[in-house]
């Protein structure tokens, strides 16, 4: 397996696979703000075959401090639990500190027990966010410190 920096082909990739992967239409999220204009951080894994495997979309954020936020992870269902988002964490993270960032920040719905767990096992904080996306929605918010 290869990880590699995004290119205009493999977004569009991303986007013919997405819905197939996550196992409900949800193509629209994968925009293209995250390779025109957010994308020199997002990566792709390949194969051997240089068939894409997984990829991850996130950007820094000009916050202060600088985060590297992760969007959007996606693991091709017959790949999963190898390793590979790990390996795509660990990877978006050297980038990220490399850039100036000094923490990682992920979001996703409360009853996401899955996100939760990995993000847990990566040594993120996981606390819930009340009205974090708007009145009465919140949010898990995950973060760590690089």
């Known amino acids: ?13 991303i986007v013919a696979v997405f819905d197939s992967w996550m196992g409900a239409p949800a193509s629209d999220r994968p925009h293209p703000v ?5 994308g020199d951080h997002a990566l ?3 194969d051997d075959e240089q068939q894409m495997r997984a990829f991850l979309l996130g950007f820094i954020a000009p ?8 969007h959007l992870v996606g693991i091709h269902p017959d790949y999963r639990r ?11 993270a050297r980038r990220c500190q490399a850039a100036g960032a000094s923490r990682l920040k992920a979001i996703a719905t409360v009853r996401h027990e899955q996100a ?7 040594g993120f904080e996981v ?18 410190a690089l």
């Open 127 to 144: 606390r819930e966010e009340p009205d974090y996306a708007g009145q009465g929605c919140a949010r898990l918010l995950f973060t760590k």
């Open 34 to 38: 995250y390779f025109y204009e957010l």
């Open 63 to 70: 916050t202060s401090p600088p985060t590297g936020y992760i």
């Open 1 to 13: 397996m290869k990880t590699r920096g995004i290119t205009k082909t493999d977004f569009d990739r």
């Open 44 to 46: 792709v894994v390949e």
């Open 116 to 122: 939760a767990r990995f993000h847990g096992s990566l």
């Open 82 to 92: 190898r390793g590979i988002g790990k390996e795509l964490y660990s990877q978006f």
